[in-house]
């Protein structure tokens, strides 16, 4: 047989097989048979009608056929042997949160060990029925079928995770219920909630009324404010915090959805709202006085007797309304600066024999520890509480990278991996242009979904430490729950897959196809979530005969790549790109990736044809390792870098050194002008340079000055465009200086720091 027939054959059995079980996260087995079990109001419902948790497992299958099809599945009816549905508990699953689901004609069959696995075999249930299950209105001419399946499903992980910061932004409670509503979706088990940081307290105390009156409102805009704590003239208020009624509430909504939440109270850094709140908790100065208010408003707790006093009261209050057998006592980023001078914390240090800023930071953490324990809950921490030696019982939380959660599980303790290049939902999604503006980094879709929890390296015994991995939402530049949405959706989706679905189960294709079925389903959810779903990758090389070729990846089959190079033509009905294509002139690349003839994913990219593309070049300083994700020829590549962004492929950055970059051309050049452009953004410690200098040599080692010019500080942040001409000379070798602009000036953010010098391309005409 020609192979395209058989191909085209074998297309319907692969497209329905794949149609028929698109489950989101991918269960650990399922066969599909065949025929298709049929709901309707004949339709009867087995199960223990006495198990109240049973009930609620179940509840959503029934609210959703009244709303969506109709008719009330839960109404007790006479058992029917033409359409059942049938659900029972049995302790011989091995795992609490396995189910098995069976569908057959007349007969669905759901077997768990506890409710919580009915509730998982009922998400995967909902999966299966048409979309418009999920509307709330009633919905006609739908056949409320399901294809006939065995599946039998477990989940990777115990813990599956996401974590939102609310206390950069407060975020609204009817927010927080759709966000469950979507987690308990994608079978996650825990909402870790930060509560407490320097920009917000939202916990409500009744013990401490003013972290309410005080710490709950900062003055600030409500973007940005990661830094600017501190008033200023004709700042508004902005803040909020939650009862403990509702959050009580909220709890309960959680656990209907069989989702704990996490609690975290930050301590003993990042609690400038308690501390502007009760100064008391403040250190003292190396005179014995406190530090003035607010003008020297501290981060980090006195480690004095009051400070136990207030936090073991706070905890108190917060495991009342928390029931999680976890409370989240943070432990992160403590500079410690105050504790060295503080006469009480350096009192603390002698009487207990502590010799570091390190082991006071233990000893604050053990001694939250006990108290927490004491009243039967077991602490986390972020990775920093390994520092001075772990509390005996910490679960670690392991952020900075993968070392910290290593550590802790060859120290035999419970880890959450959290790395932030995986799992750092504030981080962007995508280097194309026009993206809402993040805090940095790039954690694309595919990165999240190529994450495995358990490190290489650890042995088995210790791999049985890792309870799971979480995704974190921090929220300094997100304002309010569409954008929350926009970073969560579908990073957090994928993670439900790390978290659930068995390594030989995962495939990035595969999730594509079954993601963009289940974004049908966030639609309904009216979720803003993102729509870069690859990661569409540019690289440039120049052939022997000086031809500039580009390659575009990152697109796994059966995705294509259309392109085009010409501005003017759309990018869903131009080429589909099979090959690298040279470059011939200077023009703007645009590839998008097409489902259902939309755009699903768009890449866009500025190339320019010049006279030092290709040539051999030298840096005297290479650029810092965490802005050099081109390489050190980036600024010879061809690509422009992004306008608003300095974190993409094709800025270099240096901190406290010159750029300093020589090019060798291959034959002698007539060289007269340089365009380039300097990233401009003093919110984030990056200023354009001082002053930058091209210098000329025949022999590489003897240069000559030809043009110099300072430049000066943009009114506005961004690219900054910069331009410097010499008359026209032939060039053997061609040096361009960019002296960065050095101590950031007082009254900008990181006054006193050196200023970071961001470049793009070196455009030599
Ligand atoms: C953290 O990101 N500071 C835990």
């Known amino acids: 047989m020609n192979r395209n027939i058989f191909l085209l054959f074998l297309l319907p059995f692969f497209g329905r097989a794949q149609q028929l079980a698109s489950i989101v996260p991918e269960p650990a087995s399922v066969t599909m048979e065949n025929g298709r079990f049929v709901f309707s109001s004949a339709t009867s419902v087995q199960f223990h009608r006495g198990d109240r948790e049973l009930i609620t497992a179940l509840y959503p299958l029934f609210l959703k056929f009244k709303q969506a099809a109709g008719f009330d599945l839960g109404k007790k009816k006479k058992k029917s042997s033409l359409s059942l549905i049938e659900i029972r508990l049995d302790s011989?699953?091995?795992?609490?949160?396995?189910?098995?689901?069976?569908?057959?004609?007349?007969?669905?069959?759901?077997?768990?060990?506890?409710?919580?696995?009915?509730?998982?075999?009922?998400?995967?249930?909902?999966?299966?029925?048409?979309?418009?299950?999920?509307?709330?209105?009633?919905?006609?001419?739908?056949?409320?079928?399901?294809?006939?399946?065995q599946i039998e499903d477990a989940p990777r992980f115990g813990y599956r995770g996401v974590m939102l910061d609310v206390a950069r932004h407060y975020m609204p409670l009817d927010f927080i219920k759709k966000l469950i509503d979507l987690l308990a979706m994608q079978k996650m088990n825990r909402l870790h909630l930060h509560l407490t940081d320097s920009q917000g307290w939202r916990f409500e105390s009744k013990k401490y009324p003013k972290l309410m009156q005080i710490g709950a409102y900062r003055k600030g805009t409500p973007l940005n404010t990661t830094y600017d704590y501190n008033s200023r003239p004709g700042d508004s208020l902005y803040g909020g915090y939650y009862t403990q009624k509702q959050l009580k509430d909220l709890v309960k909504y959680a656990a209907d959805r069989f989702i704990t939440i996490i609690p975290e109270i930050e301590m003993p850094a990042h609690s400038k709202s308690a501390l502007a709140s009760y100064p008391e908790l403040a250190c003292l100065d190396s005179t014995g006085k406190r530090f003035a208010y607010p003008e020297h408003i501290q981060d980090e707790y006195c480690t004095k007797d009051e400070t136990f006093e207030f936090l073991d009261t706070i905890l108190s209050e917060v495991m009342d309304v928390f029931p999680s057998p976890y409370i989240h006592i943070a432990g992160d980023e403590a500079s410690k600066v105050n504790w060295k001078t503080c006469p009480?914390?350096?009192?603390?240090?002698?009487?207990?024999?502590?010799?570091?800023?390190?082991?006071?930071?233990?000893?604050?953490?053990?001694?939250?520890?006990?108290?927490?324990?004491?009243?039967?809950?077991?602490?986390?921490?972020?990775?920093?509480?390994?520092?001075?030696?772990?509390?005996?019982n910490a679960t670690v939380m392991s952020w900075t990278g993968i070392e910290g959660g290593i550590k802790a599980a060859q120290q035999k303790h419970n880890v959450i991996m959290t790395p932030g290049e995986y799992c750092y939902f504030d981080h962007y999604q995508t280097n194309a242009p026009g993206e809402p503006v993040a805090i940095g980094g790039l954690t694309t879709l595919p990165k999240t979904y190529s994450y495995d929890p358990v490190p290489a390296g650890l042995t088995g015994d210790e791999a049985k430490y890792i309870l799971g991995a979480q995704g974190n939402l921090w929220t300094e530049f997100i304002p309010e729950p569409s954008k929350a949405e926009y970073m969560?959706?579908?990073?957090?989706?994928?993670?439900?897959?790390?978290?659930?679905?068995?390594?030989?189960?995962?495939?990035?294709?595969?999730?594509?196809?079954?993601?963009?079925?289940?974004?049908?389903?966030?639609?309904?959810?009216?979720?803003?979530y993102s729509r870069h779903l690859f990661e569409i990758r540019l690289n440039t090389s120049l052939t022997q005969g000086s031809e500039l070729m580009a390659t575009l990846s990152g697109v796994p089959g059966p995705y294509q790549i259309h392109y085009t190079l010409d501005g003017s033509k759309p990018v869903s009905s131009s080429s589909l790109y099979s090959r690298p294509f040279s470059i011939r002139k200077s023009c703007t690349l645009t590839a998008a990736v097409l489902v259902d003839h939309q755009i699903i994913d768009l890449e866009k990219k500025s190339l320019v044809l010049h006279k030092a593309v290709g040539q051999q070049i030298s840096l005297q300083t290479p650029p810092s390792r965490y802005y050099n994700k081109g390489g050190d020829t980036a600024w010879v590549n061809g690509h422009l870098g992004n306008d608003d962004r300095f974190n993409d492929d094709d800025w270099l950055g240096w901190n406290g050194s010159n750029f300093d970059g020589t090019i060798h051309f291959a034959s002698t050049t007539q060289t007269s002008t340089l365009h380039t452009r300097f990233f401009h953004e003093p919110a984030s410690g990056v200023w354009v340079p001082k002053i930058v200098t091209v210098q000329i040599s025949d022999n590489g080692v003897d240069f000559k000055t030809v043009a110099e010019?300072?430049?000066?500080?943009?009114?506005?942040?961004?690219?900054?465009?910069?331009?410097?001409?010499?008359?026209?000379?032939?060039?053997?070798?061609?040096?361009?200086?960019?002296?960065?602009y050095g101590a950031i000036p007082s009254g900008s953010p990181d006054a006193g720091d050196d200023?970071?010098?961001?470049?793009?391309?070196?455009?030599?005409?």
């Not at 957090?492 to 595969?510: C, F, H, M, Q």
């Not at 430049?711 to 040096?735: I, Q």
């Open 709 to 740: 010019k300072k430049m000066d500080v943009p009114a506005n942040a961004g690219a900054a465009p910069f331009t410097l001409s010499w008359p026209e000379a032939d060039t053997k070798y061609l040096r361009i200086i960019a002296s960065p």
């Open 755 to 765: 200023a970071w010098l961001f470049v793009d391309e070196m455009i030599v005409e």
């Open 92 to 149: 011989r699953l091995t795992n609490d949160e396995a189910y098995r689901l069976s569908i057959k004609p007349n007969r669905i069959s759901i077997r768990a060990k506890t409710p919580a696995g009915v509730f998982y075999a009922v998400q995967s249930l909902l999966q299966l029925l048409p979309v418009q299950i999920e509307e709330n209105t009633k919905q006609e001419n739908i056949s409320w079928s399901v294809p006939c399946v």
């Open 344 to 392: 009480l914390c350096q009192k603390r240090m002698k009487e207990e024999g502590l010799r570091t800023g390190e082991e006071l930071q233990s000893y604050f953490i053990r001694r939250i520890e006990k108290f927490v324990n004491s009243r039967g809950r077991n602490i986390i921490g972020w990775d920093e509480i390994l520092q001075g030696g772990l509390a005996p």
């Open 488 to 528: 969560l959706f579908p990073r957090s989706i994928a993670l439900a897959e790390v978290d659930w679905t068995p390594v030989s189960r995962k495939d990035y294709a595969g999730f594509i196809s079954r993601l963009t079925r289940y974004l049908k389903r966030l639609d309904v959810y009216q979720v803003n």
